[in-house]
């Protein structure tokens, strides 16, 4: 079941379609002290449960905080994140934010965005999304926000022009010899660094949602550019760089994949 809800600020009106509240226990940023304490508790006693997530009433939490500052509360707090609802705000703010947000329900209406984007039929499971974000809303996104998208998608295509270059860069010297298909691929590869609006949400929307990038391959191709600016070495990703994680949410040994057999000389899989 789902209902419309409006709320008021002081500077607009939001008006989103959210799931059920009844169903759990759904919290309205910024966290009390009380409301931390049932968060931990429900994490277990040492507040290390990897599989709690923290569900966030959104309408009610934008009456405190703008769609941005919710991404920096919940970068800062570092807790795994759904929401009662989504809008375009929030969209936006999670796109564009420098701050990493671990929030698989974004990134998967992100990825219908780009889906419906490209008239990619839609499986079932992913349209019941649409009773936090329906078709209506994504064709508004999309409509509003063609060039932001469009940049989105560019840097989906880039992960594997970076993937490429990072295998070659982290090979042993004598092992690098070796690999001259690769190494040929990579000196063609062109590295800008150019501002752009994506935030680090982008290049992780690869490891969260694989099939937005089979997706946009599909319809794009292949690219052989990728922007320095969003794909480097800084530790963005819970003190990670983007390659490691990339390497162990499976992105890079999937890409290896694309390639005939015969392309890299040695095994590039992820090590156990």
Known sequence: MTDIIENNTDEEEITLKVTDLTEKTCYTLPLSPQDLVAIYKDKGEDGKDEDYILWVDYANSRLKLSAQHIMIYLANTNFKTTFSGCDEDLLLAYIKSDFLVDCPMLARVLTNIIKVKFRHELAPLEKELFNVFDEEAIYKFIENNGDLLDEVVENVRSVIPYTLTK???NL?????????QLEETVADIKATDDLIQSGPNVPMLVGQCWDVFLVVVTYTGLSMEYNKHLYNDKPKYFGKDLFFVLNHSNVVS???QFFPPDFFETDHSPEE
């Open 254 to 256: 999937n890409i290896v």
């Open 167 to 169: 295998i070659l860069e």
């Open 172 to 180: 042993p010297e004598e092992q690098r010899t070796k690999e001259v």
